[in-house]
């Protein structure tokens, strides 16, 4: 824990040096690998881990995406100060130790996590990204905005096609509809209305970067607002 701890004050201190954004990852990822060594598993099951790796998954995106903005520091300030916040969520969570139930022991369980959490982290990139174009216009920022959804939705429809595969070895069904499952769902359309308003050009520019935010709650809400409010199949 304390790694994690000092991981989260390196963000706070990148706010001023940002170089320690690189630190605050180092230590998250020597994190996430000392967990995974402790528990013999991928440490993604239950909000304290998975909001580890959501920390470090925008944080490695923040830094391919830094190849094109270069010194933005507007991009650099919003991503280290999300990074913080999410690894206070993780500090203030409890840590899934137990051992996990036979359905959560599997490749399928695996990669269907690790692809949501990705797809998770570049929604997230892209909410950032929206959020600057609409306080100062810039026209690359619409541009990398778009590119973060197109790849984050190919990786949340891989993640749909992975669960329904374990679904379907667990429970025998690829499809449940459970609440969680539900707003997976709604979650997927809601990006493909981005994806295809983007392509008709029905919105361009303003329009565009607040759906992106507005997905970026979307995917919070699925995330842990289902977890917390209704009783799912899903752990995380």
């Not at 013999?40 to 903005?69: E, Q, Y």
């Not at 280290?80 to 959560?104: C, D, E, Q, R």
């Not at 509809?177 to 983007?198: D, M």
Request: positive net charge; hydrophobic residues 55%.
């Amino acid at each position: 824990m304390l790694i994690l701890m000092l991981s989260f004050a390196a963000y706070i201190f990148a706010l001023a040096k940002r170089p320690l954004v690189y630190a605050g990852l180092a230590l998250q990822t020597i994190y996430i690998i000392s967990r995974g060594f402790e528990l013999g598993r991928i440490p993604l099951v239950g909000p304290h881990d998975t909001l580890v790796f959501l920390s470090a998954s925008i944080v490695v995106f923040f830094i391919v995406f830094r190849l094109v903005l270069k010194e933005h520091l507007p991009f650099h300030n919003a991503t280290v100060i999300a990074a913080a916040v999410f690894t206070a969520g993780a500090l203030s969570a409890k840590a899934h130790n137990m051992p996990l139930p036979p359905v959560l022991k599997t490749f399928w369980f695996e990669i269907h996590v690790v692809l949501a959490f990705l797809s998770y982290a570049l929604f997230g990139i892209a909410a950032i990204l929206g959020y600057l174009y609409i306080r100062k216009k810039e026209n690359r920022l619409e541009g990398l905005q778009y590119r973060a959804i197109l790849v984050g939705y190919c990786l949340f429809s891989m993640s749909m096609i992975f669960g329904g595969i374990w679904a379907y070895l667990a429970w025998g069904t690829y499809w449940m509809w459970t609440p969680k499952e539900l707003w997976t769902s709604i979650l997927w359309s809601f990006y493909s209305l981005y994806l295809h308003a983007r392509l008709r050009q029905w919105w361009t520019g303003r329009p565009l970067a607040y759906l992106s935010i507005a997905g970026f709650i979307v995917v919070m809400f699925t995330y842990l607002g289902v977890s917390l409010l209704m009783k799912s199949s899903h752990s995380f």
